[in-house]
């Protein structure tokens, strides 16, 4: 097998997983089944691949190091239910694998510098997934999984909340890894709403007025926000100024992108 020798690269985060209990435990929060259209983004060399494909899932993959493509067709090229993908994920034009509506389960031991831009282009096409488990940085998994109040609710919090429910499921410590990583990491589950809980009237407003009031998150929401709306607006739509943009929940946010879409229809001239 010393053909097959991989030596994990930096610039390609990898950390494979090889730690048999971690894995298992993974699979089993996973708990893929027969018939089921699985996507692992970055399979690596398989830690996580062998189980998925043994479920009798269908089993698309995605990797952007060429060397490990003859590793992985060695190992798996053989099953019917297995097809690789080679290249950048975060370039991965997610509807030509032709998955039903709700039906794709999108699974990844993540490279960390990827991880928040990879979660926001698989939002994107939110309507493709049933779920998604992923192992990121802990801190990451803490701010995805924050309530209103404390210092990890945020931007990251808001955007994919707004998208998905989202399950802090378990740690995991550097020893898992070859070679270990300088962090803590997480599993999280993501599932995509059916029917936005709160649905704004436009997304992009959304992040707008979001991304503006955390860009200074101790001044009150009447301050950061005064480029976007007045103070009338803001208790217009039902929310108290003095407050700092960490105190208010997904649904007040909505509520001010909603009002930021009426005010900007009212002030710009026709
Ligand atoms: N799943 C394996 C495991 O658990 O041992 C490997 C995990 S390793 C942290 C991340 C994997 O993602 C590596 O195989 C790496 O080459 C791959 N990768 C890095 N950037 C990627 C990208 N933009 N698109 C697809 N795969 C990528």
Known sequence: MSEYQHRARKRFGQNFLHDAGVIHRILRAIH????????????????????????????????????LVPILQHQFGMNPRFRLNQGDALKFDFSQLEAAPHSLRVVGNLPYNISTPLIFHLLSNAALIRDMHFMLQKEVVERLAAEPGGGDWGRLSIMVQYHCRVEHLFNVGPGAFNPPPKVDSAIVRLVPHEVLPHPAKDHHQLERVVREAFNQRRKTLRNTLKALLPAQAIEAAGVDGSLRPEQLDLAAFVRLADKLVEYTEQTQPA
């Open 32 to 67: 893929a089944r027969e018939g089921e259209h699985m996507l692992e983004i970055g399979p690596g060399q398989g830690a996580l691949t062998e189980g998925l494909l043994n479920s009798g899932a269908q089993l698309d993959v995605i990797e952007l190091d060429r060397d």
